[in-house]
């Protein structure tokens, strides 16, 4: 199969690596096998096993979809929801791990709030989990330090604040699930970028490694699929 531009060489001089304990129907198997792309570049990478089928990156579709390739099924990825679940799931190891540590924003944000908030309370709240903010009076406040994972994972923060403030109670779940809820994580791969093997490789292998459970994207729709050979064969009249 040949998707998006890339030609796969397979070695089956292979080497079992060590199973990635705890993930089930996740795991991953070294293999030497390399993926090439048009202007000759050759990158090595693993075989995956995923749903007891191992499986090998072939390429990409319409620079959106990563195309995996099974003994019986072929999997498509959306490679933009899978790097949005990947960033979540590494900001919960981060937190943690390192707690709420903040870092100060070299321009700290003004954003606007309505009359109806109890600003005071919000802001008192927001402190406990690296938030460093302001009431600047005109009912605005002044951010002027984030929670550091918010810095290598890029929220909106905005977005979020806006999210949070008619909120009782305040709690890390309650953000986390506010960024989960209306997609505020900035993921570094989008749909439209064309990646290269590398890349691909080490998105897949980033989600079986950060992802608990089937490749699922936080705001519940899936980001991997898999068609049947039965399947495409029915669509040939075979």
């Not at 090998?56 to 195309?67: H, M, N």
């Not at 604040?161 to 779940?173: C, Y």
Request: proline share 3%; with cysteine.
């Amino acid at each position: 199969m040949n998707a998006g531009g890339w030609a796969e060489q397979v070695d089956f001089r292979s080497h079992q690596g060590d199973a990635m304990s705890g993930r089930g129907w996740q795991q991953s198997l070294k293999l030497s096998h390399r993926l090439t792309s048009s202007d000759g570049e050759t990158t090595d990478q693993e075989t995956f096993l995923l749903d007891q089928d191992h499986v090998v990156v072939v390429g990409q579709f319409r620079q959106s979809y990563i195309a995996l390739e099974g003994k019986h099924y072929l999997y498509l990825v959306d490679q933009h929801a899978l790097a949005e679940r990947i960033a979540f799931e590494k900001m919960k190891t981060e937190i943690a791990s390192h707690g709420y540590q903040s870092e100060i924003l070299l321009h700290p944000l003004t954003i606007s709030y309505p009359a109806d908030i109890e600003i005071e309370s919000l802001v008192e709240q927001l402190q406990q989990f690296g938030f460093d903010l302001s009431d600047f009076g005109n009912k605005k406040i002044i951010i002027h330090a984030i929670p550091h994972v918010f810095q290598t994972y890029k929220i909106d923060i905005e977005l979020l604040f806006n999210q949070l403030r008619g909120a009782p109670e305040i709690s890390f779940d309650l953000i986390l699930d506010a960024i989960l809820g209306m997609k505020a994580c900035k993921a570094s791969i989008k749909a439209g970028q064309k990646l290269q093997p590398v890349e691909m490789l080490q998105l897949i292998k980033d989600g079986i490694d950060f992802i608990p459970g089937m490749f699922v994207c936080q705001h519940g729709r899936p980001s991997i699929v898999k068609i049947s050979k039965s399947e495409i064969d029915n669509l040939f009249d075979r």
